[in-house]
């Protein structure tokens, strides 16, 4: 059977058609672990560490100093952590678990408020 150069390239077209809508119905691991039993531990988990960190800025208010200064930005990291967490088990199209993560500036700054603590 002979193909002629135009049924070939309908051939192609029809192919690429059918690959593009594989990859869009395709989930990303993230979303099928979102939705998984796992998952929803995870989130869980994620909710008690926005707990804890909420815990530890009510500790922050009745202290003064330094030690609320670093309580308040120990509570304020573990939360963005505690959120990440929370993400990954409630995966949306318009959020990233990785845009409430702490940045290394933020892990930097905290080491260097516990160390002043430690003198």
């Avoid at 979303?31 to 994620?46: E, I, L, N």
């Avoid at 993400?87 to 260097?112: C, I, R, W």
Wanted: proline letters at 1%.
């Amino acid at each position: 059977m002979k193909l002629s150069i135009i049924e070939l390239k309908q051939i192609i077209k029809e192919e690429k058609q059918k690959v593009l809508l594989e990859n869009e119905e395709r989930e990303s691991e993230m979303k099928q672990f979102s939705r998984s039993k796992s998952g929803k531990k995870v989130a869980s988990t994620g909710d008690k560490v926005i707990t804890a960190a909420r815990t530890v800025s009510e500790v922050a208010e009745d202290q003064t100093g330094s030690m609320r200064n670093a309580l308040y930005s120990i509570s304020n990291f573990v939360e963005k952590i505690g959120l990440s967490l929370s993400y990954l088990g409630n995966v949306d199209d318009d959020v990233s678990a990785t845009a409430s993560l702490p940045t290394a500036n933020e892990l930097k700054h905290l080491h260097k408020i516990i160390q002043r603590l430690e003198k």
